[in-house]
């Protein structure tokens, strides 16, 4: 695979048509399923996720086109996506999420497996937003917390303590189902 910097590779997209698309293409394939996944689990909707990846990148490339500089690709990509889901979140009202996110296929797991993906996933709704939104950065995106904390604009600080706060409250609604999972082993 291409080893050649986000940040020259966004610098390309100023240039003409072909360096342009060849640099997009290189840099949807590095960041589409980690944009796909943040949206996904932010909205809980496939289609929803997909279209918000799609104009993600339109974004990106908009935004390249005029040159504008940049010290963190990653962030600044997480940053268009985040701002993409919190519009789209405001003018649809909807918070859920579903279990299909999780790293695992949910119908090639065992039964206990399926029932605890689907206990994880219901504990992730009702964590606050805001917690969740943290989590789901670090946890499933493996951004760093001083990355998480430039794209929600937000203390590093602030960013510890709503992953330490949403790991504790997941903690606490799983423990009962864990300690039963365990008993019958």
Do not use: W
């Amino acid at each position: 695979m291409d080893e050649t910097p986000d940040l020259e590779l966004y610098a390309r997209l100023a240039q003409d048509d072909s360096a342009a698309q060849a640099a997009l293409s290189l840099l949807y394939r590095r960041y589409s399923q980690r944009i796909y996944t943040y949206c996904r689990k932010i909205l809980g909707d496939n289609q929803t996720a997909e279209d918000l990846l799609q104009e993600t990148f339109v974004k990106l490339f908009e935004s390249g086109r005029q040159g504008r500089e940049l010290e963190n690709f990653p962030a600044y990509l997480m940053t268009i996506a985040r701002n993409l889901c919190l519009s789209h979140r405001a003018r649809s009202k909807r918070q859920y999420v579903e279990v299909e996110d999780f790293h695992l296929t949910y119908h090639d797991v065992p039964y206990e497996q399926k029932e605890l993906l689907q206990l994880i996933q219901t504990s992730l709704e009702l964590l606050p937003e805001d917690y969740r939104e943290a989590f789901v950065l670090r946890e499933y995106n493996g951004l760093s917390y001083n990355e998480i904390s430039e794209i929600i604009g937000e203390s590093l600080d602030v960013v510890k303590v709503r992953i330490l706060r949403a790991k504790k409250k997941l903690r606490d609604v799983l423990a009962p189902y864990l300690a039963d999972l365990n008993s019958k082993a």
